[in-house]
């Protein structure tokens, strides 16, 4: 039966406007998906050699954030002879995930006495902002991050200014400025991210609410809140505070000293440690936690050495859980020696703390310390999925 021309066209408008909202029912729900689903970055830390493909799990990143690139002139400045091979390797983990994002790192603990000078002045900014958006098209990059540690910070050998809190602010907006008018040429997003500290003195030299307004992601350094400088051991990546705890210090105390201080939680992704921190000559009172030590006299550890040496029978230490910071610790008795670290129970836990609070993400520093995804595996599995009842309540 013939409908007539009126009706064929209610009809077709009808299609026509049911296809256009399912249209817009997807878009919305890619959209949010975005939106909701929390950020993996993993710095990969190169140390002067080539990387190999098969190195990175690169569909279980959302970010990679190569370390460092330096400075040299008041530009952007390659460290190794090796980087530009390396962020080739990188830049072609795409062809596995074409949502990666490659983000090169620029300073770094070493490397960040140039910052006060470069941030200086309108012109000095705009040389270095020149530089990075160069560094972005040579290599085809997706972004940069800024690591410097620390603004209005006194530091070896560089320079430092009580202007550097509002210059910081500066340099951040300068280099999204930059971008933005670069994402038109090149017809994709660019990243700008910052590195910063957890501790209150980096809140007291930042304006960090502003500097928000001009970064993707915040990633905050969850970790070293114990190192060499202290006259105790103690967890140098806590969740949660320990009553027993001298400082009384956490990352849940970072993160919500952050909010407070303006910053929106969804761009604060939480760092956390593929390493850890020992002491010798530790007393085996508490199996070594919250106890005296000589200064100057911690050591670092790779996760993996852990792993494979620190945990394997026979070797001496036992492993304890701070049930108040949701972390474990290593303490060896007959050595006396004491180390704190990450592990998968106390990741998934960082995982749940991450979902619960809405924030961003987790960033791990740095993917040499777990070569075997051990660390990742958790990560991935933690951000995922719904989170698991947590051993302490989540405020």
């Known amino acids: 039966m013939d409908l007539g021309p009126r009706v064929k066209r209610h009809h077709l408008r009808k299609l026509i406007a049911s296809a256009m909202l399912a249209c817009c029912v997807s878009l919305l729900h890619a959209q949010s998906k975005r939106a909701v689903s929390a950020q993996i970055i993993g710095y990969v830390f190169s140390r002067d050699r080539i990387l190999q493909p098969n190195e990175i799990a690169a569909q279980k990143l959302t970010r990679v954030q190569y370390a460092f690139l330096y400075t040299k002139d008041g530009r952007v400045a390659e460290a190794s002879l090796v980087d530009a091979a390396n962020l080739a390797v990188m830049v072609a983990l795409k062809r596995i995930n074409p949502a990666l994002e490659v983000v090169v790192s620029i300073g770094g603990g070493s490397h960040s006495d140039g910052f006060s000078d470069i941030t200086l002045t309108p012109q000095s900014r705009a040389l270095f902002v020149e530089s990075c958006v160069k560094v972005v098209e040579q290599y085809h990059l997706d972004g940069v991050d800024i690591d410097w540690e620390y603004p209005a910070m006194p530091r070896p050998g560089g320079h430092f200014r009580a202007e550097d809190k509002q210059n910081y602010t500066l340099l951040l907006r300068d280099l999204r400025t930059a971008f933005d008018l670069a994402e038109r040429r090149l017809g994709r997003h660019l990243v700008t991210s910052t590195a910063t500290d957890g501790k209150p003195f980096f809140l007291r030299n930042t304006e960090m609410a502003e500097v928000a307004r001009y970064v993707d992601t915040i990633t905050l350094m969850g970790y070293d809140q114990y190192g060499r400088s202290d006259t105790n051991t103690g967890n ?160």
């Open 236 to 395: 140098h990546a806590a969740l949660f505070t320990d009553p027993a705890d001298p400082k009384h210090f956490s990352d849940e105390q970072a993160v919500e000293a952050y909010i407070a201080a303006g910053v929106p939680a969804e761009k604060i992704v939480l760092g956390v440690p593929f390493y850890g921190v020992g002491w010798n000559n530790v007393p085996s009172e508490n199996h070594g936690l919250f106890q005296p030590v000589v200064t100057g006299k911690t050591f670092d550890v790779l996760y993996t050495y852990i792993a494979k040496k620190d945990l394997a029978d026979g070797s001496g230490f036992i492993r304890y859980w701070d049930n108040a910071s949701q972390v474990p610790y290593l303490y060896n008795a007959e050595t006396q020696t004491f180390i704190s670290y990450e592990d998968p129970e106390s990741l998934r836990c960082k995982a749940d703390f991450v979902r619960a609070r809405h924030l961003g993400g987790i960033m791990f520093w740095a993917y040499n310390g777990d070569p075997e995804n051990v660390l990742l595996d958790a990560i991935d599995a933690g951000l995922k999925f719904t989170p698991r009842a947590a051993k302490r309540t989540l405020r």
